[in-house]
């Protein structure tokens, strides 16, 4: 069983930065970010295979954020930089203990409960 607890969100301006926990309890395979505006779609952010590293990223955000790991905190980061207004928005982390890890929700059976970003102009 997987336990998660994201921290980190907060209120910046367009170009500020942000970064973003996910402190995680139990075994992970991969662990990814999804975020959700008011009305929108819930979206793939990032995500990041707990045993060797390898990231993937949606273009929209490729180059401004990072998802990295410390295994021995157990805890993902996601790293924002370059914020831009279109980036507000709740977010997630997910975790997955095995099968697929792509960016869609339903390949993560545990889930966060959240955290808010808001981004100014």
């Known amino acids: 069983q997987v336990q998660l607890v994201e921290s980190g969100g907060g209120s910046v301006q367009a170009g500020g930065s942000l970064r973003l926990s996910c402190a995680a309890s139990?075994?992970?395979?991969?662990v990814g970010w999804f975020r959700q505006a008011p009305g929108k779609e819930r979206e793939g952010v990032a995500r990041l295979f707990i045993g060797s590293g390898s990231t993937y990223y949606h273009d929209s955000v490729k180059g401004r954020f990072t998802i990295s790991r410390d295994n021995a905190k157990s805890t993902v980061y996601l790293q924002m930089n370059s914020l831009k207004p279109e980036d507000t928005a709740m977010y997630y982390c997910?975790?997955?203990?095995?099968?697929?890890?792509?960016?869609?929700?339903?390949?993560?059976?545990?889930w966060g409960q959240g955290t808010q970003v808001t981004v100014s102009s």
């Open positions: 997910a975790a997955s203990r095995g099968g697929y890890c792509r960016l869609l929700p339903n390949d993560y059976a545990y």
């Open positions: 139990g075994y992970t395979y991969c």
